[in-house]
């Protein structure tokens, strides 16, 4: 039976990213998955050291803290849904936290690309207006851990549980969960991007690059603006031989072709830069 992961990474009981996702698991649950619940902030998780031990010596160096947990149930669950609230624009911190933390994935990266992963994430805010990064960091958790973003919902309510007084967030979370699990059996439909949206990803966060180019902040998708009846819309470039930045053979490729040769690329000339940082030692 597929395995469905719920997170939930608000501090609040009953607040509206549980509520909502518990909605999505439920429904999931109904259409065939067996689903679990983690409230990530009942985890301990320090900040990423920057070592990369997680590439060179194939786990991360931190032991004393719950990366290893999340790491453990990330890698069996074939589902994730994950849920959080917006504070200050974008997703809790405690998702940026773990996402940095996401490296520690290379190890497995051959065991995972063989199997079917799919995510969708349910982003809560206050108001619309101020949650211009809601959905964009959040994605990228789950892209960052292996998994294809095939949905995602947005809700509005500030107060804990005010997402339940507008009928149609419970709808659409439990169409969610029910696309996540469906997905998982075969049956994978992605919600259709929109127009002004990343096609891999749901972004509508680009760099404008000059003229009419554009490139998506979150998976590196490029394209370009083109002007139509109803507007602008992104049209995509032919993709990259390797995909966009989150799929196996581009995270392979980055891996081998730039993480592991940047570590001799450093030593051949750390003599140079060790003498260049005496004067900043204090
Ligand atoms: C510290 C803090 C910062 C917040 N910043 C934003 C924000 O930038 N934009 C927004 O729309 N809502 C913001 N909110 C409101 C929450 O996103 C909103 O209350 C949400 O429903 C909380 O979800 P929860 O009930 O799952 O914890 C903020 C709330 C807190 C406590």
Not at 133 to 147: D, I, Q, R, T
Not at 243 to 251: D, L, N, P
Request: net charge positive; hydrophobic share 35%; with cysteine.
């Amino acid at each position: 039976m597929a395995t469905i992961l719920g997170i939930c990474c608000s501090r609040r009981p009953l607040g509206n990213s549980e509520v909502l996702l518990r909605e999505a698991l439920d429904e999931a649950q109904k259409t065939g998955a067996a689903v679990s619940f983690l409230r990530l902030p009942d985890l301990r998780f320090e900040p990423c050291r920057g070592c990369l031990a997680c590439v060179y010596k194939g786990s991360c160096a931190i032991k004393n803290d719950d990366l290893g947990v999340l790491l453990e149930k990330v890698l069996e669950a074939d589902g994730l849904i994950i849920a959080a609230p917006t504070y200050l624009l974008g997703p809790a911190g405690i998702v940026k936290l773990v996402t940095d933390r996401a490296l520690s994935l290379s190890p497995h990266l051959e065991d995972l690309a063989g199997r079917t992963r799919v995510a969708a994430t349910i982003s809560v805010a206050g108001n619309r207006k101020w949650n211009p990064l809601g959905v964009e960091l959040l994605n990228l958790f789950p892209l960052a851990y292996g998994y294809r973003v095939i949905d995602y919902l947005e809700a509005y309510a500030p107060g804990p549980g005010e997402v339940l007084l507008e009928p149609e967030n419970v709808t659409r979370a439990r169409e969610l969960g029910r696309r996540v699990a469906r997905a998982l059996s075969g049956e994978i439909e992605a919600r259709p991007p929109e127009e002004q949206q990343c096609g891999n990803c749901y972004s509508r966060a680009f760099r404008l690059n000059g003229q009419d180019r554009i490139t998506c902040v979150v998976c590196n998708t490029t394209g370009r603006l083109v002007p139509d009846e109803s507007g602008l819309r992104f049209v995509t470039d032919p993709p990259d031989p390797h995909g966009h930045f989150w799929t196996a053979e581009h995270r392979r490729h980055h891996l081998n072709e730039w993480i592991v040769p940047s570590r001799d690329r450093y030593l051949a000339r750390r003599e140079q830069i060790k003498k260049q940082l005496t004067r900043y030692k204090t």
